[in-house]
């Protein structure tokens, strides 16, 4: 059993090139507020992990593991590492993490997730982002990768099944609303008009076939952290503090699996369950199995675009194959409904550096169950899941955090 000590997130509306810091900056602010936020000192984390994705492209710069020794002279001989799996690089973070916690070798982690996106210009940024679709192979008629890569999808849930738009826009509207209430959200000082969520060309054109400007999520630089501790550590944290350990979240359950990197083939396989995509049920159901639960109260879900959210709500069990827009339209996902999804706001509304989002996810399940969300805080949560995803439902990873 893996517990969650806390962590923090920086706020997602900066600008750090604009602000004059570059990754090694950002990545001590995160770390450095973060052993701040749980009241740990440096010399008690025993291991370091880093989701990123493409720093690489964006900055120049790997060897990203390197930056725990800048942090702090405690650091310098930590044992670190980084990973990628594209969207779903900080999950995979956390799931080595916790895989060492449980095997013995530490009893403490920090995991940092990190992406810098906004240094260079919007379709650059589009170019590098592609590198988790299957290069040479697919989208090479496309201008911006991802977005056509869901409106594929969008298109193909039409042919299955039927889709009306208005569902989308819904979806989308819910979580700039949800980013509102959020003091790191990117979009939270966004305004919208009456047209924003509608097939205005001006108010909201199309960016790639059927996915608009409100239907996707952001470009952005941000870093989240946590802390993770095994259960003795998590027993001596909660004595040390004078604190119950059962008020400390855990990662109760996990699901990751991964299927082949090329879209098509992912789309135009046919599943006898009916699901689109069946490694994606697999992992949102084989995380609930192992915590045991049958009942969530919050979900923090991958919503890169308004499309995947629609994906999600089936995958996760909400709605049968097909009818995620049940779920939209009887006020379900919305703060307040019986399955409230991404009261952050999500990648939408509160913005999505690639590497940071698994992170952010499980902070933001932290903050639900132990009651610390503020204005966006789901009343009564104590059972949160996540579901993230990489490039095309390539790689998933659910986890279920709860108190």
């Known amino acids: 059993m ?36 749980t009241k740990l000192d440096a010399r008690e984390v025993e291991t370091g992990h880093v989701g990123n994705f493409v720093a690489e492209l964006f900055a120049g710069q790997g060897l990203l593991g390197g930056f725990f020794g800048l942090v702090h002279p405690d650091f310098d001989g930590l044992p670190t590492s980084r990973h990628e799996a594209a969207c779903a690089s ?36 589009a170019q590098h982002l592609g590198a988790a679709a299957w290069t040479g192979h697919e989208f090479g008629d496309a201008t911006y990768v991802w977005p056509r890569a869901f409106s594929d999808l969008t298109e193909e849930y039409d042919r299955r099944f039927g889709i009306d738009p208005r569902h989308l826009s819904r979806i989308s509207e819910i979580n700039f609303a949800n980013g509102r209430r959020n003091p790191n959200a990117q979009t939270r000082g966004w305004q919208f008009g009456a047209a924003s969520f509608t097939d205005d060309p001006e108010a909201n054109p199309i960016v790639e076939g059927r996915v608009r400007k409100t ?18 550590r998590a027993k001596r944290y909660a004595e ?70 629609y994906m999600a709500i089936e995958h996760l069990g909400l709605a049968a194959p097909g009818e995620a827009w049940k779920r939209v339209e009887d006020g ?8 409230p999804i991404n009261a952050s706001g ?30 966006y805080q789901v009343e009564g949560a104590r059972t949160v899941q996540t579901l993230n995803i990489g490039g095309s439902t390539t790689t998933t990873v659910s986890l279920v955090v709860q108190r």
């Open 2 to 37: 893996t517990y969650i000590l806390g962590g923090w997130q920086s706020d997602f509306a900066d600008n750090w090139s604009r602000r004059g810091v570059d990754l090694a900056d950002a990545f001590a602010e995160t770390v450095e507020a973060g052993l701040d936020a």
């Open 90 to 125: 900080g999950s995979v973070a956390i799931l080595a993490a916790t895989a060492e916690i449980e095997a013995g070798r530490y009893d403490l982690a920090c995991v940092v997730g990190m992406e810098q996106m906004r240094n260079v210009p919007g379709l650059i940024a």
């Open 215 to 232: 239907d996707c999520g952001q470009v952005t630089d941000g870093a989240s952290v946590i802390f993770l501790a095994s259960a003795d």
């Open 240 to 309: 040390e503090r004078g604190i119950d350990v059962a008020s400390l979240p855990r990662i109760a359950g996990w699901g990751h699996r991964s299927a082949p990197i090329a879209a098509r083939r992912k789309l135009d396989a046919r599943d006898p369950s009916g699901y689109v995509f069946p490694q994606v049920k697999r992992a949102a159901d084989e995380a609930r199995a192992r915590a045991g639960v049958d009942r969530v109260d919050a979900y923090e879900v991958h919503d890169c675009f308004s499309m995947t959210e």
């Open 332 to 339: 379900s996902i919305a703060i307040g409904g019986a399955n």
């Open 346 to 375: 999500g990648l939408i509304g509160c913005g999505h550096p690639v590497g940071a989002t698994g992170v952010r996810m499980a902070l933001d399940a932290f903050k639900q169950v132990t009651g610390t969300a503020g204005d």
